[in-house]
């Protein structure tokens, strides 16, 4: 079962899935995103071992986009470490956290379009996710800078090792040619309820 959890994971992390990729007029009633994660601003000594540690990875303009995750998250790798992450085309950097059973990763790309291509295929994902993860909120562009678009996501593997539903919540920057998510399993890892990402999202700690 984790062999086939992984995979999946690794899948979406290359392809961002498979399934269609149609922008579609949806009408169901948006979420309250709520504010963007913000970290304690009284970490405990495990957490700021865990900052320094995770800041090692991250460059660019991803110091201050990643900067609320980085205590809570370990096992970070970048591209470039050995069995670190791939980059995709438009990419200059990218790295990839644990957060229990959640995949955390965080990408620079060359440009605000080279980024934005991506989100488009991610806004495909949310009408997907519509069929594969009922409950799933219409995206959010955020009005205050330096916020953009939060969008919740579904895609689904289909091989001999896995044959799963894997969720994830993409967030941008209005001003940097920045993104991030956080993706897991719909069943095994969130027992089919989108509420513990969400507030994952929202308290990264």
């Not at 986009?65 to 998250?73: G, I």
């Not at 990839?96 to 980024?115: H, L």
Request: proline share 6%; net charge neutral; glycine share 10%.
């Amino acid at each position: 079962m984790i062999l086939g959890i992984l995979i999946g994971l690794i899948v979406g992390l290359v392809l961002f899935g498979g399934a269609g990729f149609a922008i579609a007029r949806v009408t169901d009633r948006p979420i309250d995103a709520g504010p963007a994660p913000s970290a304690s601003a009284s970490a405990s000594l495990y957490e700021r071992s865990q900052l320094a540690l995770s800041r090692t990875k991250v460059t660019g303009n991803l110091i201050a986009f990643s900067e609320t995750w980085l205590p809570y998250v370990s096992g970070c790798s970048r591209d470039g470490d050995p069995n670190g992450p791939k980059l995709n085309s438009g990419e200059v950097s990218r790295v990839a956290c644990e957060r229990g059973a959640v995949r955390v990763t965080f990408v620079e790309y060359r440009s605000i379009s080279d980024r934005d291509k991506m989100r488009t295929r991610v806004l495909g994902q949310n009408v997907d996710a519509r069929a594969l993860a009922p409950g799933v909120a219409n995206p959010t562009e955020g009005r205050e800078e330096p916020r953009g678009y939060y969008i919740e996501y579904a895609y689904k593997t289909s091989s001999e090792t896995s044959n799963r539903v894997y969720v994830g919540i993409w967030w941008d920057s209005i001003n940097d040619p920045v993104a991030g998510y956080i993706l897991t399993s719909w069943e095994e890892g969130l027992d089919s309820h989108w509420e513990p990402l969400r507030d994952l999202w929202k308290n990264p700690r």
